[in-house]
């Protein structure tokens, strides 16, 4: 399976915290943005850099720099949470958005805005903080992929198994960074234990 789980004994601490009912929205996106940077490391530890001159106060040195463009799409709304703690890691990247949201009787996701940058070969990490049917993420590559973007990674905070089978089947292609990977989902489609809906969560819309 195309998934890592983003293990730290700081994630795990954080995530607890978010779970729990009682964290107020001020606190839950503090948390998921800390946990966005974390997470950032995981993600980008593979990627290719390239040598770059410069000069120290002292002498010429060959340093290194991340090679090629990054693009981080949040997934509307909840994504938003997600960005701060990545665009703080990664300042130079360009960010899409892509507005999706579930239909509250099908479950399946209803597109309603795609704003993309131009570069085309830029290394994308789609956010969200929820993968629960995978029916969102799964659409949301798919436009990427159908403008032309293909370099594409997913991070989310937490993970239902049913939809990394999604992602997993859909775009085999993805990497799946998660921090949790939760038990299923329940009739509402919703992660058990989970922590409810993460858009509500950060807006403070309960
Ligand atoms: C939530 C979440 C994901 C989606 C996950 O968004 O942020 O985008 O559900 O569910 P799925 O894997 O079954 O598609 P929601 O539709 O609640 O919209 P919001 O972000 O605007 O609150
Ligand atoms: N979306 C959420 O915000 N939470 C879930 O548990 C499932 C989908």
Redesign the pocket.
Known sequence: MNVHVVEHPLIAHKLTMMRDKNCNSKNFRELLGEIASLMTYDVTKDWETEPVEIETPLEKMTGTRLKGEVTIIP?????LGLLNGVINMIPHAHVGHIG???DPQT?K?VEYYCGLPKQLDAKCIVV??????????AAAITMLKEKGLHNICLMVLVAAPE?IKVINKEHPDVEIYTAAIDRELNDK?YILPGLG????RVFGTL
């Open positions: 997934i509307l709304r909840a994504g999706l949201y579930r479950h996701p969200d903080p929820m993968l629960a049917t995978g029916g969102s993420a939809g489609a809906d993460a858009g509500d």
